[in-house]
């Protein structure tokens, strides 16, 4: 055991270690539970209470991970505690996704909250700690993460003993309750996370979710064909969902993001907007399901309604990575409007039948295409500018010389030999 203080922001090689590699695979339990429940109540046309579900499941999820993370990235010390109540967190979560089923299904949120209970303890332990190993600002940070995270807990308290018609108005109060807590915590004394770790954390989970979505498509895929014998039907949403995750993966990872995390004002957007993306990712796998069961006819909706499962948690995907990624280092209307035209585009998708995924996920392709070539032309006019300017700035020293020996006592006009001179002009 050794004290839990603060880690240098500018650490060298700060990487993500095993044990946050582990917390993170076990967080997708949670996620994939959450995404089987959304299936099953857009193909049971119950969309607007499956989503207002997904969406309470997937914060709770998506807050206790990103609490942890920022702690670590702050105040990882390896020891043997912080290992095992780390390792607590993780059974709180799993906990919370055996009880997803049940909040869905049954309105019942007794397991959900005990998970979160069981993660929200255990992180502010971690805190309680911290204040014990420092002083001063750095403890009084210290002090109001724990205090505040454990008087919200009791805020969600009323998902257990409050009717039901109430829950949704107690999550819309206690969420941004939740997300005002380290703003309030980091008032006057910031923690030292580290920006190239942060950076990192966020890009392994978002594959880890990319992930899911893909393993969930390919077993519904399966699923259809073995019971349905549904090649046909299925191919172009295999092969368009294929094309929108591999698009969503390279458009998030298209430029480093960690330089763009100077201060914590900046952080804290950045990372908050990250529920619209890890939420809206999960959520494309989640509409291929849909799409899937639609198709070889084992869902009650439409194809209109089918396809928007999956375009919309695409066009929200785009536009949330250009508002957090890649509007900072695009240059030019043509290059801002790239992500935005596409996310119009694969909402238009929607339309086009049960060509609709195969579409989208075209769309999703030529937008990173595009985006590439827009790219590659802006560095080649720079590379050419910048040969332009090499090759200008040699010919005016050239002529400098030039000027300098013509009055130089070697030069011609100075009488001492036209040969030296005319060799110290060339």
Avoid at 274 to 282: C, Q, T
Avoid at 295 to 324: F, H, I
Avoid at 381 to 387: P, T
Avoid at 391 to 407: L, R, W
């Amino acid at each position: 055991m050794r004290r839990l203080t603060a880690r240098r922001r500018g650490e060298a090689h700060r990487v993500a270690s095993p044990l946050e590699l582990f917390f993170d695979l076990c967080f997708v339990v949670a996620i994939a539970q959450a995404g089987v429940q959304l299936v099953h109540a857009v193909a049971e046309s119950h969309a607007g209470e499956g989503i207002l579900n997904y969406a309470m499941v997937f914060f709770a999820i998506w807050w206790a991970w990103m609490n942890f993370t920022w702690f670590a990235s702050a105040y990882d010390n390896d020891d043997a505690l912080y290992r095992v109540v780390t390792l607590v967190q993780i059974a709180g979560v799993l906990v919370l996704a055996a009880g997803v089923s049940r909040a869905v299904e049954e309105h019942e949120f007794l397991a959900v909250w005990l998970g979160y209970v069981i993660m929200r303890l255990a992180m502010s332990s971690q805190w309680l700690r911290v204040a014990c190993s420092t002083e001063g600002p750095e403890r009084r940070t210290a002090l109001r993460y724990a205090c505040g995270m454990l008087l919200c807990q009791v805020g969600w308290l009323g998902l257990v003993i409050l009717p039901e018609g109430g829950r949704a108005w107690l999550f819309l109060v206690m969420a941004p309750l939740e997300m005002c807590v380290p703003l309030y915590a980091e008032r006057g004394h910031p923690t030292s996370w580290h920006p190239h770790h942060i950076a990192e954390r966020y890009g392994l989970f978002t594959i880890i979710v990319l992930g899911e979505t893909i393993a969930a498509a390919t077993v519904a895929v399966k699923t259809g064909i073995d019971e349905n014998d549904a090649l046909g039907e299925l191919l172009p949403i295999a092969v368009g969902g294929l094309l929108i995750v591999f698009a969503a993966w390279w458009i998030y990872f298209v430029v480093p993001i960690h330089g763009h995390l100077r201060s914590s004002r900046q952080a804290f957007l950045w990372g908050y907007g990250h529920y619209a993306v890890f939420a809206s990712a999960a959520a494309i796998g989640a509409g291929l399901e849909v799409a899937v069961e639609q198709a070889v006819g084992q869902a009650r909706l439409s194809t209109l309604a089918a396809s928007a499962a999956v375009t919309l948690p695409t066009a929200l995907y785009l536009l949330t990575v250009w508002v957090l990624h890649s509007r900072h280092f695009k240059v030019g209307l043509a290059q801002q409007s790239v992500l935005p035209v596409t996310a119009l585009l694969v909402i238009c998708c929607t339309f086009v039948g049960e060509w609709a995924v195969l579409a989208a996920g075209a769309v999703s392709a030529l937008a990173v295409a595009t985006g590439t070539t827009l790219t590659a032309r802006m560095l080649a006019r720079e590379a050419r500018d910048d040969a332009r300017d090499t090759a200008s700035h040699s010919e005016s020293a050239d002529s400098s010389d030039s000027s300098d020996s013509a009055g130089s006592p070697g030069s011609p006009d100075s009488g001492e030999g036209s040969e030296q001179g005319s060799h110290s002009a060339v």
